[in-house]
């Protein structure tokens, strides 16, 4: 039985290949950005109902304090993205690329193409929702309420938003994708992989007397532009290419 990964593909043709794939997969998951929007609508209303607060007496003046955020809206959209890059990079969906896909590369370059469009998709929302957040607040609160904080966003922090965002959508999308080449060969080493995910993303981890921190923190830290692009383009193009190591030699179809 012929491996898939021995078709070739001669190389003025190779780029037309994965842009067809490209096109076949965005096209053939469509409905994928419907479910984006109604995951942000979800995070919206759930958003407009918490809050966090303070609050001062004293015998002449009280003030409350109420401070409302839009960060709800990324963590979902984030949330989907994972469910998203996790669903390309399992095996059912690798097991279904068998009639489609002439070779493993042609299959990760298409799938990589996806999950950054999905990465530039969420970025953009995530970021415009936020402002349709402000905008619902701003009608729903009485007069008065809405002081501090309000409805002026400069374009370039709008920009300057999307775009962040979307390098932090690329880099989860590209760590996910990562632990699911893994899981191929062993769900057991998939799961730890996902443990550390989490731990070392989002948790303070301490090792005997070794405190590994955030590692998160190695990227959100960052002050300068630059380096933190730099950063995410280098992790995005190590874990991506590990990815295509990983199955290089594995068929598509078991």
């Given at each position: ?21 490209y096109g076949y997969k965005l096209k053939g998951h469509s ?43 990324l963590i979902f959209s984030l949330l989907w993205l994972m ?48 402002i349709i957040h402000r905008l619902i607040l701003s009608t ?115």
């Open positions: 039985m012929m491996s898939i990964n021995e078709v070739k593909t001669e190389p003025s043709t190779l780029s037309q290949v994965i842009l067809k794939q409905g994928l950005i419907y479910s984006l929007i109604i995951v942000q609508l979800l995070a919206i209303l759930l958003s407009l109902g918490s809050s966090s607060g303070m609050s001062s007496n004293s015998d002449l003046i009280s003030i409350a304090v109420r401070t409302y955020t839009g960060d709800i809206l469910v998203v890059a996790s669903l390309l990079g399992s095996q059912p969906y690798r097991s279904m690329e068998f009639s489609v896909v002439n070779n493993r590369l042609v299959s990760h370059a298409s799938n990589i193409l996806l999950l950054v469009t999905y990465a530039v998709y969420a970025g953009v929302t995530s970021t415009l929702a936020v729903t609160l009485k007069e008065g309420e809405f002081l501090f904080g309000g409805l002026q966003i400069i374009p370039q922090d709008l920009l300057l938003g999307i775009f962040v965002a979307t390098l932090y959508f690329i880099l989860v999308a590209a760590t996910v994708y990562l632990i699911q080449s893994f899981s191929l060969h062993s769900k057991g080493l998939g799961i730890i992989l996902w443990i550390c995910f989490f731990a070392f993303g989002f948790g303070t981890v301490r090792i005997f007397d070794f405190n590994l921190g955030k590692v998160l923190e190695f990227y959100a830290a960052e002050t300068s532009l630059g380096v933190f692009v730099l950063k995410v383009f280098c992790t995005a193009v190590l874990f991506f290419g590990s990815s295509m190591l990983i199955t290089k030699g594995m068929e598509a179809k078991r």
